[in-house]
T-cell receptor
Framework: DTGVSQNPRHKITKRGQNVTFRCDPISEHNRLYWYRQTLGQGPEFLTYFQNEAQLEKSRLLSDRFSAERPKGSFSTLEIQRTEQGDSAMYLC?????????????FGSGTQLSVL | AQKVTQAQTEISVVEKEDVTLDCVYETRDTTYYLFWYKQPPSGELVFLIRRNSFDEQNEISGRYSWNFQKSTSSFNFTITASQVVDSAVYFCALSEMGGGKLIFGQGTELSVKP
């Protein structure tokens, strides 16, 4: 069990550029979640996948955001035309869903800074 | 609507002191789950405990204990004999039906000084 891995750890970009983050979940986990955390706040749910299907998206996820999980393995989160308000820590978590007994394992996050 | 409030933004204690982190939640669901997570400077959220709405038994795990009171919608967390390694941001969270879509509080930053 190598844990949830996120890359890159840090990303600095200019406003208007596109960025993509990657999350590798724990290998046997069927669910994968994306959260966003701004400074001094708790994480906010963005979206989640069960295997390759994206089952729910938060209203926080504007049209500039898209997430994929091809083949139900790793996931990518892309932000198009970045804005300064997108600056945040993007956290990925995975779990092995067993009915109500679901426990999330989080990665260390990707810190995005939009200049 | 669901909401979690952690009124204490920062707490500073000296090593070996006991400290309690407060958490108050709001939900209209009769079935829900409450969590505590620890976020050290590395950024990775570490699961500490899950409690479902039908189980109001308090729990103790080593130096950690949790007090769940439905009557006051609170799920408080106490660290006994705090240590420097306990320094971190602690989050309380709520979910429906035990799933992974969590609603987090704002977090309490705990600083334990030697």
């Amino acid at each position: 069990d190598t844990g949830v891995s996120q890359n890159p750890r840090h990303k600095i970009t200019k406003r208007g550029q596109n960025v993509t983050f990657r999350c590798d979940p724990i290998s046997e986990h069927n669910r994968l979640y994306w959260y966003r955390q701004t400074l001094g706040q708790g994480p906010e749910f963005l979206t989640y996948f069960q295997n390759e299907a994206q089952l729910e998206k938060s209203r926080l996820l504007s049209d500039r955001f898209s997430a994929e999980r091809p083949k139900g393995s790793f996931s990518t989160l892309e932000i198009q035309r970045t804005e300064q308000g997108d600056s945040a820590m993007y956290l990925c978590a995975s779990s092995l869903s067993r009915g109500q007994n679901e426990k999330l394992f989080f990665g260390s996050g990707t810190q995005l800074s939009v200049l | 609507a669901q909401k979690v409030t952690q009124a204490q933004t920062e707490i500073s204690v000296v090593e070996k002191e006991d400290v309690t982190l407060d958490c108050v939640y709001e939900t209209r669901d009769t079935t829900y789950y409450l969590f505590w997570y620890k976020q050290p400077p590395s950024g990775e959220l570490v699961f500490l405990i899950r409690r479902n709405s039908f189980d109001e038994q308090n729990e103790i795990s080593g130096r950690y204990s949790w007090n769940f009171q439905k009557s006051t919608s609170s799920f408080n967390f106490t660290i006994t004999a705090s240590q420097v390694v306990d320094s971190a941001v602690y989050f309380c969270a709520l979910s429906e039906m035990g799933g992974g879509k969590l609603i987090f509080g704002q977090g309490t930053e705990l600083s334990v000084k030697p």
